[in-house]
T-cell receptor, first 109, second 114 residues
């Protein structure tokens, strides 16, 4: 079973700061998923990636398959980015999905 | 498209009753996922379908849980009989292709079993 570790667990940032959330996993994967869960509970899928880097607006996700590590970056952070960010990995050769425990981000004006 | 639609948004039921949660995926999406979220266990994948066929149900906790997808526009998750430990938020999500883009989540159904 894949072990998924996210760091940090909690993060408080000032508006405008550059933010990095990390995700490490123990076993090879077929894809990695970054999710955002807002305080109201709604979940938004941010990225699904299996290699390289993806960018959407102020969000950037990278993955290093060899190092079994992914990062989610937020540039010019804003209070509306305050949410829990969850990393999830799909096992290689299987469809099992393992979730990290999430990183709670608070961006202060 | 209105996005993934789940119903009901909230459900309160007594232990032992049957509960049916419903999901309408985004039109054209070929993958549908059912998740459960609790404080203790976080998010868990219960089951997912590809082209209406269940692919992996290893996340379904026990035989009291069953899921169906009779057509491309509708899926149900049924719990019979329900127990207090089934109380959670149940999310449905759909996606186009596997790993080719994002999945879209419904607003979730908050289930409380008393």
């Amino acid at each position: 079973k894949n072990e998924v570790e996210q760091s940090p667990q909690n993060l408080t940032a000032q508006e405008g700061e550059f933010i990095t959330i990390n995700c490490s996993y123990s076993v090879g994967i077929s894809a990695l998923h970054w999710l955002q869960q807002h305080p109201g509970g709604g979940i938004v899928s941010l990225f699904m990636l299996s290699s390289g880097k993806k960018k959407h607006g102020r969000l950037i996700a990278t993955i290093n398959i060899q190092e079994k590590h992914s990062s989610l970056h937020i540039t010019a952070s804003h209070p509306r980015d305050s949410a829990v960010y969850i990393c999830a990995v799909f096992g290689a050769g299987s469809y099992q999905l393992t979730f990290g425990k999430g990183t709670k981000l608070s961006v202060i004006p | 498209d209105a996005g993934v639609i789940q119903s009901p948004r909230h459900e309160v039921t007594e232990m032992g009753q049957e509960v049916t949660l419903r999901c309408k995926p985004i039109s054209g999406h070929d993958y549908l996922f059912w998740y459960r979220q609790t404080m203790m266990r976080g998010l868990e994948l219960l089951i997912y379908f590809n082209n209406n066929v269940p692919i992996d149900d290893s996340g379904m906790p026990e035989d009291r849980f069953s899921a169906k997808m009779p057509n491309a526009s509708f899926s149900t998750l049924k719990i019979q009989p329900s127990e207090p430990r089934d109380s959670a938020v149940y999310f449905c999500a759909s996606s186009l292709g596997w790993g080719q883009g994002s999945a879209f989540f419904g607003q979730g159904t908050r289930l409380t079993v008393v």
